[in-house]
């Protein structure tokens, strides 16, 4: 049986998958915001505003994780899929923080203080250095995605970081030169098929890398926060694209790498005037879609058709499951 688990602004909600779907099993941490949210096996780590939570439970019980933790703002956390007990978590101010037992102690990765002065990182919406919004793992290989600040690589499993060499690592909101990928970096993935590929919605475009960060190329000219890349085909893809921050988003579909797009709206009445997506999440064969006003939206992986998920549950900032 599948178990679902909700971060939202007053905690977590845990759901269990049966034949008719979804249901609510319970609730923990209560008044908790939790900003981000990851799983693996029975181990549950959750981000807030201000520290990090643990459960070795499955979220039946939790406590405070921060040993290590000199930055208490989460914004996300990520597990080597492939790796027991080994993490990244990203926070605000802009920091990477690595653990190796699965969330009990964390140790600070000394390159991103550097690199985020050097550039004069910032985010518009608040008075901290940036931000760590995104993170991904590939073997070996790590990502992180800088807001606003730029792209960030590891080769060594997260131990050590640098900018991408398609990432001049400055904080301007100008479009940058051809084959560089725009500072404003809201989230990153790679894909099964090559440590090589990578994707990254921006505050400017949706750009990907065939070379690990070396070069880009901007596919979708629109301020975008998340993108979904089948497992099955890298050349199919969904992407949330607005026309400004939370302004008129909607969801659309390439078949072709990027090259071109179509919507994918069936069941929706978009564009969203005041709202978008913010991240994609696939679960099993169901991908879900948890949007910028906390709703969550569910559809099968193919075809695309949309409808309201989780009990129209509100508040919703991230979610994981195992």
């Not at 981000?36 to 979220?59: E, H, N, P």
């Not at 390159?111 to 940036?130: D, K, T």
């Not at 750009?207 to 089948?230: E, F, P």
């Amino acid at each position: 049986m599948t178990t679902l688990w909700a971060a939202t602004s007053q905690g977590i909600v845990t759901f269990h998958h049966h034949d008719e779907g979804w249901s609510e099993s319970s609730r923990a941490i209560p008044g908790k915001n939790v900003t981000c949210l990851a799983a693996q096996d029975g181990t549950l780590i959750a981000g807030t505003r201000s520290g990090m939570m643990r459960s070795d439970d499955g979220g039946a019980t939790w406590e405070e994780a921060d040993r290590g933790l000199t930055v208490k703002h989460l914004r996300w956390i990520e597990f080597h899929p492939d790796i027991r007990g080994l993490a990244l978590a990203g926070t605000e101010p802009a920091a990477i923080f690595r653990t190796q037992d699965a969330g009990r102690t964390w140790r600070e990765c000394p390159e991103i203080v550097p690199l985020r002065q050097a550039g004069g990182w910032f985010l518009p919406y608040s008075p901290e250095s940036g931000c760590i919004r995104g993170l991904a793992f590939h073997g070996q290989r790590a990502y992180a995605a800088a807001e606003v600040g730029g792209a960030l690589r590891s080769d060594d499993a997260g131990q050590t970081w640098r900018l991408v060499e398609g990432s001049q690592g400055k904080a301007e909101f100008e479009r940058p030169p051809a084959r560089f990928i725009h500072p404003d970096v809201h989230s990153i993935t790679t894909h099964s098929t090559s440590a090589d590929r990578v994707f990254a919605p921006t505050g400017d475009g949706f750009y990907m890398s065939q070379d690990g960060g070396k070069t880009w190329d901007l596919r979708y000219d629109a301020y975008c926060r998340s993108v979904w890349v089948d497992p099955a085909d890298p050349e199919r893809m969904l992407l949330g694209p607005a026309d400004d921050v939370d302004q008129n988003g909607r969801i659309e579909v390439s078949h072709d790498g990027g090259r071109s797009w179509q919507p994918a709206s069936e069941g929706l009445r978009v564009p969203w005037r005041r709202h978008m997506v913010e991240r994609f999440i696939q679960v099993d064969q169901e991908l879900f879609a948890v949007l910028s006003n906390g709703r969550v939206l569910a559809s099968p992986t193919d075809p695309i058709v949309w409808t309201p998920a989780l009990d129209d549950l509100k508040s919703v900032r991230a979610l994981a499951y195992a």
